[in-house]
Every structure is written in C-alpha cells, then in structure tokens.
C-alpha cells in the first residue's frame, strides 16, 4: 500500500489526466489523519478540492421512494424495515408500476433529475427483478436518471437490470470491515463487495456509502472512507448518512454524533473522492440548516430531495428550496 500523506491526492477518471502510474492508495492512517486536520484546515482543503472538480452552487436533487417495504429477513442494527424489530413499520407489496410512475413524475415536477427505488429485501429472486425492470423503464421513460437498491445481487441480476436501463446502484457498505459484525450478523462485508463488483462489471454506476453515529470510532470511519476510496474506480455518488434513531431499532439509544464530526467525514470524502458526487443523505432534519451548509462547503453536492427518505421523514420540498436559495444552490437542469 501506499502511505499517503494528508496531501490532497486525485483519482484519475475517465477524461481526466492520469497524475500517477497507478491509482493512489488511501491508509487508513492517512483518512484518519484528515478527520484529526484542526476544523479550519481540513475545510480549506475539502473546498479547494471541491473547487477544482465541480462547479460551485449546483446540487443534484434525488428523491427516493420505498417500492418494498418492511418485513425484511436482515437484521441490520440500525434499520427500521427489519422484521426482526418492533418500530411499527408494516410489511407491503412491490408498489405498482403506476403507482410508482405517478410519485417519480412527481418528483420530476419538484426539480429533482434522479429516481431511486429502494426495497427492503436481502436479495430480490429473478422474477422481482423483472418486475423492478418494468419500474425501471418507466421511470427512465419520464427522463428521470434511475437509481435501485435492492439488496444483494447476482451478476446476471445485474446484467438484466443494466439492460432495462438502471443507471445506477445504491449498496452501501456502511461502516469500517472491523466494525461490520457489530452493525449485522445476518450477512458478511465481503458479500457487499461482491455486489458492488456485479454491479460495477455489468456497467452500471455504483452508489456506495456508509452511516455515521452507529457508536463507530473515528478509526472506522476512517476505514470506511479508506475502503471507498480505494476501490477502483471509485464509486460515481457517495451517500453519507447521519443514522436516523428510529425506536424499537437495537441503535435507538446510540449517542448523537457531534454535528462538526459529521462535517469531517463529509469533507474527507470529498478531498479523497474528487470526482464523486458526495451525498448529504439520512439524518439532515437533525442536522438543522447551519450544518448543513457547512457540510456543503466541505464538498457535499447532491440530497436526497422529498418528504420522505424510506420509511423516516426528510425536510420537506419547501425547506429545502428555501435553504437553496438562501445558499444561492440551485438544482442540476441536466444529469452530469
Ligand atoms: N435492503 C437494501 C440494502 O440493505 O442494501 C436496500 C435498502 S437499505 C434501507 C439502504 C441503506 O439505507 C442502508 O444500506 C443504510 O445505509 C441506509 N439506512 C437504513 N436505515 C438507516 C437509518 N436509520 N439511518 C441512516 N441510514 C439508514
Ligand atoms: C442511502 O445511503 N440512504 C438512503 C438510500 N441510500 C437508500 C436510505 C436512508 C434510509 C433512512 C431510514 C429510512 O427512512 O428507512
Ligand atoms: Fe433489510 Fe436493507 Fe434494512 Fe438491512 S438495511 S434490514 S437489508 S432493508
């Protein structure tokens, strides 16, 4: 591995110069000697490197909509839908295609450009994923870039949903490998990255993140950016979420995070994913709007945009558009 230093590195991406022979390797060391940069430091460099690889002012707007909820056999620590815990989430049916095609429209009409479907399943069976392709069609049908997290996927899964026009993939890992036996038993790390490299063979783009606030050390975040980073390439969006305390979840009573911690983290994954779109995602109505706009000038440029998230609540479309506008942020017009 290479040690890298706190010096800001870049990742090659497709159109852009290449600046080493290979690509550079993140320590765990080195993130985590990021996340220790005094405050001011560290927001420097997030918005310099942010400056340099994007515009300024523009955030992409993608709302999210529970196709499937509830009743999933997981039993990850920190999530609502699991049957095995009581948080009074009821288990439905795979939404309609109409159903669907009438809440991304919606969407569309509110500003948002991407469309994510989320579904509360450890892995969907071949015959779901045909009926997700339907979703998937019409969605990108209305112009709406499509975005889907299912669960655990199979290559040829992969394949089909490719071919039906999915543009994106959403499979976070979450937290640090260390840390992942004490978020979910009922699955392994290394499952998560054998998806996200069906994923990725398959052609489609990868959106993978991780929750801050699951009682984590700063060393696990560092190694949960430290593995994002070092895949290669890197994931095109990158969600970071504050964990969303729902109760009747084992994590109910897990202690806040300091809101400028949750700033580091954004602006780490910023200055050692350039070209990512890094997502301010779950837990921005605790977040309240200072801190917000700290976390946008450490380089977050994307929301997930509606009332809801899955399950849990989200600022509302008018909150948001008020903060925008006070930021002087305004919403993708065109996919990037
Ligand atoms: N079942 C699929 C899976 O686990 O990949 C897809 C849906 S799952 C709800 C998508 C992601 O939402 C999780 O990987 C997790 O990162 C995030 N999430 C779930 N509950 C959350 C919570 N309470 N707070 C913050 N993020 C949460
Ligand atoms: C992601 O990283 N966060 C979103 C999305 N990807 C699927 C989900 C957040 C869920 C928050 C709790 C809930 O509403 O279920
Ligand atoms: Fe199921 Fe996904 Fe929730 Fe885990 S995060 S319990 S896999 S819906």
Not at 108 to 120: H, I, L, N, S
Request: with cysteine.
């Amino acid at each position: 591995m290479t040690a890298c230093t706190t010096s800001i590195h870049w990742h090659a991406r497709p159109g852009e110069k290449q600046l080493a022979a290979s690509e550079p390797t993140w320590t765990i060391e080195a993130v985590q000697a990021l996340l220790d940069l005094p405050f001011m430091d560290l927001m420097f460099q997030a918005q310099s490197v942010h400056r340099a690889h994007w515009p300024a002012g523009e955030i992409e707007l993608a709302t999210l909509l529970s196709v499937k909820t509830g009743g999933c056999p997981e039993n990850c620590g920190y999530c609502p839908q699991s049957a095995e815990f009581d948080t009074g989430v009821k288990a439905e049916k795979l939404m309609s295609v109409d159903e669907v095609t009438k809440a991304a429209q919606a969407a569309k009409d509110a500003g948002a450009t991407r469309f994510c479907m989320g579904a509360a399943w450890r892995a969907p069976k071949d015959r779901d994923i045909e009926k997700i392709n339907e979703l998937v069609r019409a969605v990108k049908g209305l112009g709406l870039q499509t975005c889907a997290t299912l669960g655990m996927l199979q290559p040829n899964q992969a394949q089909s949903l490719r071919d039906a026009g999915l543009d994106y993939y959403n499979h976070n890992l979450d937290t640090a490998p260390e840390y992942y036996q004490d978020v979910v038993s009922t699955r392994q790390y290394q499952d998560r990255l054998d998806t996200l490299q069906a994923v990725r063979e398959a052609g489609i783009s990868v959106c993978c993140g991780g929750i801050i606030g699951m009682g984590e050390e700063t060393v696990h975040r560092a190694g949960l950016i430290a593995q994002l980073a070092n895949m290669d390439p890197y994931p095109e969006s990158v969600p970071i979420n504050s964990l969303v305390r729902v109760p009747g979840t084992p994590m109910a009573d897990s202690a806040p995070v300091d809101p400028l911690d949750f700033v580091r983290v954004i602006a780490v994954a910023r200055i050692t994913m350039p070209r990512a779109r890094v997502r301010l995602s779950a837990g921005r109505q605790q977040l309240g709007e200072a801190v917000q706009t700290l976390c946008f000038l450490a380089g977050a440029n994307s929301i997930f945009y509606g009332d809801k998230l899955l399950v849990t609540g989200n600022p509302d479309v008018q909150a948001d558009t008020d903060l925008m506008g006070k930021l002087g942020l305004k919403g993708l017009s065109t996919f990037s």
